[in-house]
């Protein structure tokens, strides 16, 4: 079996405000060598995939500086407070990016955004009666306009290429697992 | 609509190998007003379902640094050699990690692995028709063990947490959906 590596060594790179990068020094259980890895860490992410009662599933449009690029997404942020769960978290962030609620939040899925250099994960969460009760609630950095397309949609959506955001594709994923166990 | 921002700056701050981070300095459209963004400029990625006549999928179990754990995931790696096309990587990355040949390599899907602060991609394959011909080339940072599963084990290992890496559960999502229109 694969074995866990000895970490001889890390040093803190620098703190960039969405992550911090730091490097560590390892051994390896198989050769006895040692090698640099370059790690992220970076605090949990959560998305939520809002369901309205009529079936219809509450997208964002997005700017997106990583790609300069507008992607269409569910939405998404970081679990940055301590004091906030996940689901609070997911909660605060369809609230502040779509001025929408919901009734129940159902955790379906928690990935790892990348193992290989990122140390966190993201919880994914369906978000059932969705309905929108104020204005959005933008921060100076985002720019995000709402648009609701029906669930049954989403798969031409992510074939077609509408869709690219992996943790997004996740969060899909995951509605289809809970979908074959609990019909919506 | 949400429009593209403007970038006044980009400043690059440190070359990692696995990416590169750069700090730009883009005005927002709706405000008017200017922000920082980091962004990593990383070589795209690939990764490949490797499916035995047999119905089993070959995964590895991987160290990974990022998480420090051993994870179970389907072969992967970059595009780094410009000469070589996402499916050519995806052939030499399944006969390195596993030493497995395919017959066919069938592109699934592509993502973008995190819009927000990666310019990348990932291509996912679907490889036919594939068996063991050689012993795997492991490279010294790599500590890789092989293991084939049924194919139909793969929901369960999803939904218990056992396959966790985003950019492998959205590659089995584009196979979902491959499925649905080619029967395997």
């Known amino acids: 079996m694969v074995r866990k590596w000895n970490k001889l060594q890390s040093a803190l790179l620098g703190d960039y405000r969405i992550f911090k990068l730091r490097q560590d020094t390892s051994r390896s259980p198989r050769t006895n060598k040692t090698h640099d890895f370059y790690v992220l860490e970076a605090c949990d992410w959560i998305n939520v995939i809002p369901l309205t009662p009529e079936g219809m599933v509450v997208f964002i449009h997005q700017y997106r500086h990583g ?61 059932l009666g969705a309905r929108k009760v104020q204005a959005a609630q933008l921060d100076g950095a985002e720019d995000i306009v709402v648009e609701e397309r029906p ?25 289809h697992l809970y979908q074959s166990q609990h019909p919506l």
Do not use: Q, W
């Open 67 to 127: 790609i300069e690029a507008v992607t269409l997404e569910i939405p998404g942020g970081m679990v940055d407070d301590t004091d906030l769960s996940p689901a609070d978290s997911a909660r605060r962030e369809l609230l502040e990016e779509t001025g929408y609620m919901a009734e129940e939040f159902v955790h379906i899925g928690t990935v790892a955004p990348n193992p290989a250099f990122l140390n966190n994960r993201c919880h994914s969460f369906l978000a």
């Open 151 to 175: 669930l049954s949609e989403v798969p031409t959506l992510i074939k077609n290429g509408r869709i690219t955001h992996a943790l997004v594709i996740a969060a899909f994923h995951f509605l």
